[in-house]
């Protein structure tokens, strides 16, 4: 995961992809999801006052030689027409985001040539406006191109994050490595019709108008936002940010485990009746303990609603946050808290399709503009993982704002690492990368072998 400021795309031609049509987009009438509703509308307020934002996410990859432009071409004809998240969106700037679709066999694609670029930081600056004025305009708001090179091409992609969730992300990498193979060898690329993200946004809409306050899908919730200090949970530390002002943010990368170790930490866990997740959850709450003395851990945690088979390749935002809440036994070690934070995901799981927007509407209060999280991801089975260091793939978003902290805990093939986007200041330049250290720390001890300090 690469914040585009920090990004350092080597020199070469730059090709855009250029996606168009010639019908008129026919109006339908498939609500916003909950997440979908949120995003959009705060993106459009940060446009309204000239704020500069970017509220997209992309995908970057390398394919090997100077790249074939048609071959490039039909394999991005072939993914927009076939996922309706390329071709069926909201207007972002209307109030009620009122609902558009394109006939997907109406979707052309054509290389368009921009120019040759020797300088990196040139290179990315084209690259960061042009993003940000093409995802930003609703219909077709999307950027697809290449940086030809005779030794390796980097193929670079984005798009409103309204419209694609890290799952999506890691279907598009493989997707179009398998429709340009395809496409270079004049073979179909075999791949079939699949379902569109509008079918899952009216069910969670119907799913979520049924709800009421006293509903059992929203007790894991009630308990949640019952916590003696109210609300949702702060940081372990001070960040130097009381408000809920959006201040500019930073992303720092830890690297955790290597590939063997992340094992290791695996069957630790294992034996402690969790999972890699629970593990990692367990070594925050141990660290956090620490730090405050507090000894219950609350987090939000991002789960899938792909809940059926089906689902998974639909590209679309289709994650929900939800509740993580569990006690460390007193004294306990890492031994101790995994099966406690286990049971406490399996718990918060079971509600994956309660949105929390809808949740927090039904029992009062208010949601942070950018909620405090801790992600998990297994990365490991998503299609074409294993090539990731080769291609050179990763996750690019834009400037970071934040009010509090995100972490990601991301698990590959070849190691395991944490992300952390927090707020630009000095307290939390200090305060922070202390607390990380601490959660390695425990980690690593489990890794390899000797007993992590309580």
């Not at 019908?23 to 307020?45: E, G, I, T, W």
């Not at 191109?145 to 309204?162: E, L, M, P």
Request: aromatic share 10%.
């Amino acid at each position: 995961m690469t914040q585009i400021l920090d990004w350092r795309p080597e020199p070469g031609e730059v090709v855009e992809f250029e996606l168009t049509t010639d019908r008129a987009p026919v109006p339908h009438d498939v609500p916003a999801s909950h997440f979908q509703q949120v995003h959009l509308r705060l993106a459009a307020a940060h446009r309204a006052s000239g704020r500069r934002q970017s509220p997209w996410v992309g995908m970057t990859f390398d394919l090997p030689g100077r790249a074939d432009l048609d071959a490039l071409a039909d394999a991005w004809r072939g993914l927009v027409r076939r996922h309706e998240a390329f071709h069926a969106w909201y207007e972002p700037d209307a109030e009620d985001l009122p609902g558009f679709r394109l006939p997907p066999d109406s979707l052309t694609v054509r290389p368009s040539r921009v120019g040759e670029f020797t300088d990196p930081g040139e290179l990315r600056a084209h690259l960061h406006r042009r993003i940000d004025e093409r995802t930003a305009v609703g219909r077709l708001g999307m950027l697809a191109g290449v940086i030809r090179r005779d030794t390796a091409s980097t193929v670079y992609f984005a798009i409103d994050h309204a419209y694609t969730d890290g799952h999506s992300l890691a279907l598009l990498f493989e997707e179009i490595r398998t429709r340009y193979r395809a496409a270079l060898g004049g073979a179909p690329a075999g791949l079939g019709p699949v379902p569109g993200y509008l079918e899952y946004n009216l069910r969670e809409r119907a799913g979520s108008a049924s709800l009421t306050a006293d509903a059992p899908e929203l007790a894991a919730w009630s308990e949640f936002l019952a916590a003696e200090d109210g609300g949702f949970p702060g940081f372990p530390v001070g960040l130097g940010n009381d408000t809920d002002e959006l201040l500019p943010g930073t992303r720092v990368h830890y690297p955790v485990l290597t590939g063997a170790e992340a094992h290791a930490f695996r069957a630790y866990c294992a034996r402690h009746g969790g999972g890699f997740g629970a593990g990692a959850f367990a070594a925050l709450a141990l660290a956090q303990r620490e730090f405050t003395g507090d000894d219950v851990y609350r987090v939000l945690t991002v789960v899938s609603t792909r809940a059926h088979p089906r689902l998974l390749p639909v590209h679309g935002w289709l994650v929900n946050f939800v509740p993580l809440r569990f006690r460390l036994p007193s004294g306990a070690a890492l031994a101790d808290a995994v099966g406690v934070a286990q049971q406490g995901f399996q718990r918060a799981r079971a509600g994956y399709d309660v949105p929390l927007y809808r949740a927090v509407e039904l029992l009062g209060g208010d949601v942070p503009s950018i909620p405090p999280m801790v992600s998990y991801l297994d990365g490991r089975s998503a299609p074409g993982a294993r090539d990731y260091p080769r291609a050179d793939a990763t996750v690019l978003t834009g400037p970071d704002s934040a009010r509090g902290v995100s972490l990601w805990v991301n698990w590959f093939p070849d190691r395991a690492d944490l992300v952390v986007n927090m707020p630009d200041t000095p307290e939390a330049a200090a305060g922070v990368p202390k607390y990380v250290d601490r959660v390695r720390e425990i980690m690593l001890a489990a890794s390899s072998g000797s007993r992590p300090a309580s």
